[in-house]
């Protein structure tokens, strides 16, 4: 079982900067491909970024450039590293520990993060 907590969401004007983290608790964090997700008011959840064990990353194309994801395993913590940020980007952002390749598939959610990009 992995839990996570995400923090490091809140208001910030367009152009700013923000940092997400999401703790995750469990000894297992490092084998998991770790991802945040973003839902917006109406739209469906999408990936944001992901980072897999040997620190492979992927980016939607509407953030690239500007977000950057990262893990510190010796933490248990998964970043985001937001910036130019822009009021398409006010969502709730979703950590999530991807673990669907293990033999017993598995996948977590944390609770989100509230992100608003407003002037």
């Known amino acids: 079982q992995v839990q996570l907590v995400e923090s490091g969401g809140g208001l910030v004007q367009p152009g700013g900067s923000l940092r997400l983290s999401c703790a995750a608790s469990?000894?297992?964090?490092?084998?998991?491909?770790m991802g945040w997700y973003r839902q917006a008011p109406g739209k469906q959840r999408e990936l944001v970024a992901s980072?897999?064990?040997?620190?492979?990353?992927n980016y939607a194309d509407s953030v690239k450039g500007r977000f950057t994801i990262s893990r510190d395993d010796a933490k248990n913590t998964l970043y985001l590293q937001m910036n130019s940020l822009q009021p398409g980007d006010t969502a709730v952002y979703y950590c999530?520990?991807?673990?669907?390749?293990?033999?017993?598939?598995?996948?977590?959610w944390g609770q989100g993060t509230q992100v608003t990009v407003s002037s």
């Open positions: 999530n520990a991807d673990g669907s390749t293990f033999i017993i598939p598995r996948s977590y």
């Open positions: 469990g000894s297992s964090f490092r084998f998991f491909v």
């Open positions: 980072i897999t064990s040997n620190l492979r990353t």
